[in-house]
DNA sequence: AATATAATCAACCGCAGCTAC
DNA sequence: AGTAGCTGCGGTTGATTATAT
């Protein structure tokens, strides 16, 4: 309790990165690797926070990362996901192996939620939205509910992304191989209940649900 | 050309979960 | 079992750029 923020510290500077300060993480974490993110202020010489420094790497300087120009298939995918997962974009994201949580969110935030609102209410009501349950064991059971209604709604996913493969074969490929691994991560975490995985290990999908759980026990009436 | 307004996106902040002790 | 520290996530802000007047 009472821990300052560590981007409270003095000297630590804010802002907009330079190419040199870019430099200097992206040698570190290529020497390195990512993580272990408290060690590379201090290891580099940066004068920013660790959050900074992994901010800046996942969301910009990360390798594969695609930016801008998002193809219809994402926008589709982006809208079916936040309808089902609700705004857990890191969740989201792992579906767009090429984009980052953020892009994803501000690309949510300036032109889906408005163009949504303008289509009138087509969008289905996000998960997070739905009244939560009383009870543990209702939350369970809403949650395998979920479970099998998200599989379903990811095969018709699927389904759309054949439809448009013969436009774009690799990336549709690309996205359905990530499904299937989500789908069957669900049939795993399913078979083996709480048993609890690494942090690094964890799939992203898990996180999602367990945000969604998370939300259902903090406010009886979750929103976003 | 100058100014106002809107759109975009990088970055910050606070919180919560997880692990190690 | 309790606590501290680290990491990751989602909401939000603010600077910059584009467009309209």
Redesign the pocket.
């Known amino acids: ?1 009472g ?1 300052p ?3 409270d510290k003095e000297g630590v500077k ?4 330079t190419p040199e300060e870019d430099l200097v993480l992206v040698s570190y974490v290529q020497e390195h690797g990512p ?4 060690a590379v202020p201090t290891r580099t010489g940066l004068m920013r926070c ?3 420094c ?3 790497w996942t ?2 300087l990360r390798p594969g990362i695609k ?2 120009n998002f193809t219809d298939q994402e926008e589709k995918l982006i809208v079916h996901l936040q309808a089902l997962l609700g ?5 989201i994201a792992s579906y767009l192996p090429e984009r980052t ?3 994803i ?3 949510w ?3 889906l939620k408005r163009k949504l609102q303008a289509g009138g209410d087509a969008a289905a009501k996000p998960a997070a939205q739905r009244p939560a349950s009383s009870s543990k064991g209702q939350w369970e059971r809403r949650l395998q509910t979920d479970i099998n209604m998200a599989r379903r709604a990811l095969r018709e996913a699927l389904t759309t992304l054949d439809d448009i493969k013969p436009q774009q074969p690799d990336a549709a490929d690309g996205v359905r191989a990530h499904h299937r691994e989500h789908l069957a991560d669900a049939r795993r975490v399913g078979q083996q209940g709480s048993q ?5 290990g964890q799939p ?1 999908w898990l ?2 649900v ?2 969604f759980l ?1 939300q259902r026990r903090g406010s009886p009436c979750a929103g ?1």
């Open positions: 309790m821990r923020p560590c981007c804010k802002g907009p990165w993580g272990n993110w408290r660790s959050k900074s992994r901010l800046r969301n910009y930016r801008g705004n857990r974009w890191a969740a949580d953020n892009d969110k501000n690309y935030n300036t032109h609890r995985r690494g942090r690094g992203l996180v999602g367990r945000g998370r976003v």
